[in-house]
């Protein structure tokens, strides 16, 4: 596989073995070009394409362009970042110096989650062993805590944190790439993203798209949880199908739990039901489903689960980390999970659950970052396929079971 030899960490690679097997051989090349031409797209949720976002960085008259790598990683139920860093860290540190020369950079930061502490340490000797081989000419990475909240991953949220702020999102545009870090040109991209950086420089463009499928190359690091019998960080070609993932390399739930629903993309994607597991793992198919595949965090619910609790606590998540500052996404995310706390109880009438849609639509697009937009798919989605249980509870209020 490309991230991991053999589809998941089994091996805390050293800077020794990293050159060996070819490693920091890839910088004479054209960078940008081969990226394009790679369909490279960004692993940190969004999917954007990589090419366009560098081009506009290189292409924007600037005295100083900036990296940011992004190891920001407070999505719950997201620890690859944390994996690719700590296994293999000299592959992302060229992927950032790669990235750095695409865009003709000389300052590089990894945005690194505050509680990482191995990853840290890992981080800061590959920068001492790249730099002392000589690797890092004309470049400085620097490692910078990230505040353990949500919003703080954001991209230009990072950007402040780096500025010396708060971790608030900024009102786009202008989009980093253009006017990021001290107003300049600045690349934010995902851990992920960038460790497949170098194995496309070296190999190229055609052979990173014998992986994957032809709109979708390349592999993405799925997440697997405490719930299944083969927890971990897996790495797979787009267009495995979701039954795949659970089945084989998952072993689906534990203590043989009959599967009822899927979260295939963390807390701000649409739910899936057990009959859709033939679902091919890509941004599109996802998309058709109803649903997306975020940064790969997979969450498989067993049969016995209550879906309005869950439903309930993804909401809550997002009330709770709602930075605040955009009025409309702090009463948006405050008024869902209020609705739903009083569904949960009993509390209220049938017209409670035609207040969703208009709240939903009402806030869409009004905040300074994605996160207004992120409490909608997992509510509309759980009404849709789960409306039984919502109904039962509403009725019954915490009493009972709504199985
Ligand atoms: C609330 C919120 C939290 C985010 N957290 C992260 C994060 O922890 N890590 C990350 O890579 N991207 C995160 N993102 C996405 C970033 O804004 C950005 O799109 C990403 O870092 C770009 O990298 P990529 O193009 O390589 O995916 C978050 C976005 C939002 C709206």
Redesign the pocket.
Known sequence: MILFPQGRPTHRETFGEYCAAGGYQAVTKNILDEIIASGL????????P?GR?WSVAAETDADARYIIC??????PG?FK?RVLLEYRPHLVLEGIILAARAIAAERAYVYL?ETYDECFSRMTTAIDDAKAAGYLRGITVTVHP?PTV?????????IEVLEGKPPK?RQKPPYPAAAGLFGKPTV???????ANVPPIVRNGATWFRRFGTPEYPGTMIFCLGEEMRDPGAYELPFGTTLRQLYENVGGGLKDHQQLKAILPGGPSCAFLTADQLDISLDPESLNQAGSSLG?GVMRFYPEGTCMVDETLRIAQFFAR?SCGQCPACRMETEMLSTILERIRQGKGDAALFNQFQKIIDFNRGKGY???IN?PGPPIMSALRLFGEEFEFHLQHGGHGSCE
């Open positions: 797209t960004g692993r940190g949720g969004a999917g954007f990589v976002k992004n190891a920001g990683e407070d999505e997201s970042d989650n990230a949500y919003v703080a991953g954001e991209d230009s949220a990072a999102p934010v991209n995902n851990v992920e993203t960038l940064c980390e970052c994605a996160l992120m």
